[in-house]
């Protein structure tokens, strides 16, 4: 038997598996590691970092890595020859945001000791640690949630339930969650047992799974949750014998419990006039608030945003692509973490057509004016006519919901006086170029408001305030839904807005 030592998100484990194994099935299985071709060796993006026993590199490996010499490797091609080391968080953790420009709420805890928040998305996960002496967390850790090998998106880990995945998917998150706190607690000195309170928050789907509630409801009319939550659980984490947990309210089938926890934190029910909460990912939710009622939506973007699909997108991850601008010479660009570009992410996609727009390169339709990719800069990379229709699907769904969201309250876009934008996605998002697509109309640019992860915040809030989580009840019960499944505005306004707008 040889030991794998997988490293990842700083957390090491331990595996035993005979010499001759594959490594990807481990990394799947164990680590929720994304291999975008399926290893079908041509993606070059499943890159970790290995010592000891593994199998020796190859001519066509060699040819997909342009950086071999600094120790990358790919992963689908590995076999276990003996003891080695595998550390795979380059792959797109780096950048997940775990801060928040949130409202401060006085400290009112209903426990004494340690305390935990996590914020379970369906691509990353985010755990914060906490005193109920203090506000702020003591400490925090992110990484890429490992139910991806279920599906990259909630729709395809619904199916998964289908199949009979409800309970495995329901031990990869609370395994993971637990391996996170352990890992916080080691960190802050903290003895397992001192966790007197968790709070976690999620979308739907996430929570269903979670609580090993069958999703299935979900996905089809008429969209029946098994739960909408906002109750104490029965079970535990793992090793967390002491800990109390409790899941926030989500809205409705479609809109989360992460979403009231950003709303909570945004402060925007209190911050006078017409706001609008937009959190953007594989499904775009938000919320508007008018003064009197709140309403909310959500609309299925697709990966695009998330840089999947797109044939050379990653997350926001370490050799991404995460802004392009015109400059003097050609498109000019930015590589998270610096060094050579690997891939684009979202923030760069709509980057790179704002530019292209302006350049002419693109149509208002979306066509490629001359040939059939457009280069990015010399960065090597380039875009595909297929990777611009995807971008124009998932910016049409997010534009014509917001749309609809305040046609449904007869409110212009001129009335708004803030937008929150939430998520990893909004954090990096340049509302310039947002607008130069369509994504945003140009009313808002200059009204935007970038809050960081306000859900995990949020959930913090409830955590550490009583007042908190009494409120989060009601922003739940107020908040109304629309189903945009059966509403013609919306379809009419998804296919208008497939356009690239060529306002400035
Ligand atoms: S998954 Fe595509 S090369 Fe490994």
């Known amino acids: 038997m040889a030991e794998v030592t997988l490293i990842q998100d700083g957390i090491r484990r331990q ?29 070059g993006k499943c890159r970790v970092r290995v010592s000891g026993g593994i199998s020796e590199m190859t001519p066509r490996e060699h040819a997909l890595l342009s950086d071999a010499a600094e120790g990358a490797r790919l992963a689908c091609f590995l076999t276990v020859l003996g003891d080695c080391e595998v550390v795979v968080g380059s ?14 709420i006085p400290l009112d ?21 906490f005193s109920s002496e203090r506000e702020s967390p003591l400490a925090s850790l992110a990484g890429q949630n490992r139910e991806a090998p279920f599906g990259a998106d909630v729709i395809s880990r619904i199916e998964a339930c289908k199949k009979g995945a409800v309970l495995q998917q329901q031990d990869v998150i609370r395994n993971q969650m637990s391996e996170m706190l352990e890992t916080l607690c080691g960190r802050e000195g903290v003895t397992l047992s001192d966790i007197q309170r968790i709070v976690v928050t999620g979308n739907t789907v996430m929570l269903h799974l979670l609580a090993g509630l069958d999703p299935s409801g979900l996905a089809a009319a008429p969209f029946t949750p098994e739960s909408l939550f906002g109750s104490w659980q029965g079970w535990k984490l793992d090793g967390f014998s002491n800990a109390q947990i409790y899941l926030p309210d989500c809205i409705s089938a479609f809109v989360g419990a992460d979403i009231t926890c950003s709303i909570l934190a945004s402060g925007m ?4 006039g017409v706001s609008l909460l937009l959190d953007i990912g594989t499904n775009g939710e938000m919320a508007l608030f008018d003064g009197t009622c709140l309403t909310s939506c959500s609309v299925a973007a697709g990966p695009a945003f998330e840089g999947a699909g797109i044939s050379c997108g990653s997350g926001a ?16 660009y930015e590589v998270i973490g610096g060094g050579k ?27 490629i004016a001359d040939g059939e990719t457009l280069s990015i800069g010399n ?32 409110i212009g876009f001129c009335e708004v006086g803030q937008v929150f934008l939430c ?19 140009k009313e808002l640019v200059s009204k935007t408001k970038t809050i960081g992860n306000a859900a995990g915040a949020g959930a913090g809030c409830i955590l550490q305030s009583d007042a908190a989580l009494q409120r989060s009840r009601q922003i739940a019960q107020q908040a109304k839904t629309i189903d945009l499944s059966v509403n013609a505005y919306f379809m009419e306004r998804y296919v208008e807005n497939m356009l690239f707008k060529q306002g400035d």
């Open 15 to 43: 595996y035993f598996v005979p010499a001759g194994t594959p490594l990807m099935p481990l990394l799947q299985r164990e680590a929720g590691f994304a291999f975008p071709c399926g290893g079908n060796y041509t993606c």
């Open 91 to 104: 792959q797109g953790s780096a950048q997940i945001v775990t801060d928040a420009d949130a409202v401060r």
């Open 109 to 129: 805890p209903n426990y004494t000791g340690v305390g935990a928040a996590f914020d379970i998305g369906t691509t990353t996960v985010v755990c914060y640690l």
């Open 269 to 272: 029910l209190d911050s006078g």
């Open 317 to 332: 991850a370490n050799g991404a692509i995460s802004s392009v601008c015109i400059g003097q010479d050609g498109l000019q």
């Open 341 to 367: 570009a690997h891939s684009i992410c979202g923030s760069g996609l709509i980057d790179a057509a704002a530019a292209f727009l302006s350049l002419g390169a693109l149509d208002e339709t979306g066509l």
């Open 379 to 410: 960065s090597g990379l380039s875009l595909t006519q297929q990777d611009i229709r995807r971008l124009q699907l998932a910016k049409a769904a997010v534009a014509a919901g917001m749309e609809t969201l305040l046609h449904e309250r007869e």
């Open 423 to 441: 998520g990893g996605f909004g954090s990096y998002l340049d509302a310039k170029s947002a607008a130069r697509i369509g994504l945003l109309p």
